[in-house]
C-alpha cells in the first residue's frame, strides 16, 4: 500500500513461529483506530497462530487470490530462502488487488487524491519458501471502520502449505492533506458483497 515498508532478514524455520510487528511513525492513525487497538488488546495480545491452534493451517481455504508469484534467486538469503522483504512485498501488492476488488480505483490517486496507508503489520512466518518455488497469496477483509480496513492474507505454496499470514490495518488516506478520511461507500458496498459471498458474518460494512 502507500508507503509500506520491508524489511530484508532470514524467515524462520518450519518449526518456529516468529511475530514481526512494525509501526509506520511517519502516519499517525486516526483516533478511532487507536481506540479500536486498546478495545482489541486481548485479542491482539497473542498470535494469530495461538488463535488458530485448533486448525490445520496449510489445509484451511479463505479468502480469494490476490497475488501470485515465484521465488527468484535474488530473492534468497544467505540461508537459502526467501528473505523477509519479499514476503512484505507479495502482502503489499495483494492489498492492492483486494482494494481494487472491493470497489477502490487506483486512478482516484490522481484524480481524488485518495489512497492508502498501512499503520499495523501483524506476521507469523510458518514455512520457507526456496528458489523456484510458486506460491499464491489468498486474501479477506476481518472489519471495517470509518477509516481503517482490517484484512487478513495467507501466503500459500502450490504444495498448499502455509507459508505465512498477515493482520494488515490500513487508514484510507488523503495524499495531499495527509490525514485519514471516510472510506468511500462504493468500498464498503465491496466489503459487503464480498463478506456475503464467502458466508462471513463479522464484518459489519
Partial sequence: MSGSAAHGSSSAPQAAVYACRWRRDSVRAPDELVDYWVKKKDNTSSSMGEREASAHPSRRPMGIPTFNGVVYPSQTDAMGHMTVQYYIAAFDQAMWHLVSRLGYDPEWRNSRDEGWADVRYEIDFRSELRVGDLYTVESE???????????????????GE???????????F?????????IPDAVRSGVRAL???????????
Fill in 141 to 159: 477483509v476481518i472489519d471495517l471502520g470509518r477509516t481503517s480496513l482490517k484484512s487478513k492474507h495467507r501466503l500459500v505454496a502450490r504444495s
Fill in 162 to 172: 502455509l507459508a505465512a499470514e498477515l493482520l494488515m490495518t490500513s487508514v484510507y
Fill in 174 to 182: 488523503h495524499l495531499k492533506e495527509r490525514k485519514s478520511i471516510s
Fill in 195 to 205: 463478506t456475503e459471498s464467502s458466508g462471513a458474518t463479522n464484518v459489519s460494512a
